[in-house]
């Protein structure tokens, strides 16, 4: 099963590093890896989608929790959240296909950011499902040069903020 983790981590150098080493050591592959400082200077937020049991998650926050760094831990997966990722994608358009892309980009959402027929960037904020079909339906309609995607950021639904994992 795909599970979102949230952590909350020191901001000091190593602490990332710590956080990985742990899912390498331990055989876990992770999908995506966001990382930014919080509001709070001191404190990083970390957004890693892995694939696993329930049984294993649990084991793996009980595991980041044991980190010196480690503020915090959830598992957003278990209950209501919010998820988006950003795509940036660059295409190469014969001028005949300019409209007809820039229109499918508008109706899904996105924005062209680069209107240059060789190299055409156009950007979406979606679901993660949302974000692979756009990308496909583009690879059916363009010559794609280039994809680059943020992977999975996620926040609860409710009014708490993240709390640690029991």
């Not at 999908?31 to 709070?40: Q, Y």
């Amino acid at each position: 099963m795909r599970h979102i983790i949230a952590i909350l981590l020191q901001n000091e150098a190593g602490a990332l590093t710590r956080v990985a080493g742990l899912f390498s050591n331990r055989g876990y592959n992770i999908e995506s890896l966001s990382v930014a400082a919080t509001d709070d200077p001191t404190v990083s937020r970390i957004t890693l989608v892995t694939r696993g049991s329930d049984a294993v998650l649990q084991q793996i926050a009980n595991q980041l929790l044991k980190l010196i760094d480690v503020v915090a831990v959830e598992d957003l997966t278990d209950g209501e959240h919010i998820e988006r990722e950003l795509a940036l994608a660059k295409l190469r358009l014969r001028p005949e296909q300019t409209d007809a892309v820039r229109g499918y980009v508008v109706r899904s959402g996105g924005r062209v950011l680069d209107p240059a027929p060789d190299s055409f960037v156009v950007e979406l904020t979606a679901s993660e499902a949302e974000v692979n079909d756009f990308i496909v339906e583009l690879s059916r309609q363009t010559d794609t040069v280039e994809v680059v995607r943020s992977g999975a950021l996620g926040v609860g639904r409710a009014a708490r903020n993240l709390k640690l994992v029991k």
